[in-house]
Structure formats: C-alpha cells, structure tokens
C-alpha cells in the first residue's frame, strides 16, 4: 500500500517515466512520421535527459522545487509542441504540489488537475481531437476517482496508466484536430497520436515506479 508520493515517489515515477521513453523512443517517432515530422521519439528523449538532470542537480528533497525545475527544464525543449505543453503540466503540478512534504491520493488528482488546467489553458485540444489530451484527460479523471473511492496512490496510477493507455489507443479511430497532423485527414486513421502515446508511456512509467518503490519497502521491512 502506498498512502502518499513523497519526494522518494516522486523521483521513482519520474525515473519510471524516463525508463519508459527510452525503451519506446523509437516507436515515438515512428508514429510521429505517420502523424507530423518524425521528432516526437528525439523529442521525448531530450525531455527525458532533462528530467534525470534536473533530478540529479536537484538538492532540497522538495516536491514542488523538483516538479518546477522539470517543469523549467521542459519548457525548453525545443523543436515541438510537446516540450512546451509537458512544461506546463509539471508547472502545474509544482504549484499545486504548494511545498506539502507528500501528497496522497486526493493530493495526487488535485496536483495533476491542476497540471491539466495549465496544460488546457494552452491548448483548446479535448478528448477526441487525436492529441497527448486523449490520454491525460482520462488519466486525471481516474486520479480523482481513485480519490474519492479511497484508493491508495498505487492503485489511483494503475488506473491512471490504464486510462491514458485506452486513451491514447482510441485516437487509432480519430483524425487530428490540432498540431502537424490536422493537415494530414484521414491518413493517419488506424494509428495512434504520438503525444497521447508518451503520455501514456510516462503514465505507465508513474505507475511502474511507484510500484518499485513499494516493493522495496516491503522486502526491508
Ligand atoms: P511537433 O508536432 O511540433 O513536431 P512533437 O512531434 O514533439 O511536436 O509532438 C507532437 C505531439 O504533440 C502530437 O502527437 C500531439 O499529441 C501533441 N500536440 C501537438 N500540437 C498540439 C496542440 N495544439 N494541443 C495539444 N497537443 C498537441
Ligand atoms: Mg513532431
């Protein structure tokens, strides 16, 4: 059982995340040929070195100093879309986070709603537009279900993951309403969006690494 994601969870999820892009950057950008320019793997690798550099500079063991030097380290990945909107979610979510020494699962859907508000104030992208919107949005609605249902942080990610997974597979049936490949029609119908993709991927990433880290407490004790 995992009651809060303090600073220990949160690098775990991170790291999960990180994990993630990288074993999947490939697929990243093979999709991002299908749906735009072919960058959003090489993309999603420099977001994913700038995340384990800033956790690795980091010095506080402070949740919302980490989530907004990611957030800072984000906001400058350049070449795309997706550094800049991944930047506002964790800027959001450093906000939110309003120096607590954890957060538990009601804390968890309120820092990642917040997160998506910063991420929608951007973008009029919602669900169904075949954008990374597909699987946050759900993804932070099961967040706040696991809230209000009394699950633990583990299990509100798993679902999490779960969501952003189904999401980011729905947008195979969708044409693109935004981005690259709003041009493209209906070429890109049967494959998924690429940013829903990695969200997805880091979601899942979340979830992994918490669950590692709870595994671990359990084998010291
Ligand atoms: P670019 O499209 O600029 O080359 P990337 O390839 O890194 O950027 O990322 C592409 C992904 O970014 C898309 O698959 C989509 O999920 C997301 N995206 C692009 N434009 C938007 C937008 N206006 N709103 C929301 N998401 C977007
Ligand atoms: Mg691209």
Not at 143 to 153: F, I, N, P
Not at 159 to 179: I, Q
Not at 187 to 200: E, I
Request: net charge negative; proline share 2%.
């Amino acid at each position: 059982m995992t009651t809060e994601i303090g600073f220990a969870e949160l690098v775990a999820m991170l790291n999960g995340a990180v994990a993630n892009i990288r074993t999947h950057h490939a697929r990243l950008s093979e999709l991002d040929a299908i749906n735009g320019d072919g960058d959003h793997g090489t993309t999603m690798l420099r977001a994913a070195a700038r995340m384990e550099g800033a956790i690795a500079e980091h010095k506080d063991r402070n949740l919302q100093a980490l989530l907004s030097e990611i957030a800072w380290a984000l906001l400058g990945v350049d070449g795309g879309a997706a550094g800049p909107l991944l930047g506002l979610l964790f800027s959001g979510l450093s906000q939110a986070a309003d120096g607590a020494p954890a957060l538990d699962a009601e804390g968890l859907a309120r820092a990642f709603e917040a997160g998506l508000a910063s991420v929608a104030g951007q973008t009029k992208a919602r669900v169904g537009d075949k954008t990374m919107m597909d699987a946050l949005i759900p993804a932070v609605s099961a967040l706040r279900k696991g809230a209000e249902t009394g699950q633990d942080c583990l299990q509100s990610l798993k679902c999490a993951a779960e969501a952003a997974g189904a999401g980011a597979e729905a947008t195979k049936a969708l044409t693109a309403k935004f981005g690259r490949a709003k041009n493209l029609g209906d070429r890109t119908l049967g494959y998924p969006d690429p940013g829903a993709t990695s969200l997805a991927l880091m979601f899942q990433g979340y979830w992994e690494g918490v669950q590692k880290t709870g595994a671990a407490e359990d084998a010291s004790r």
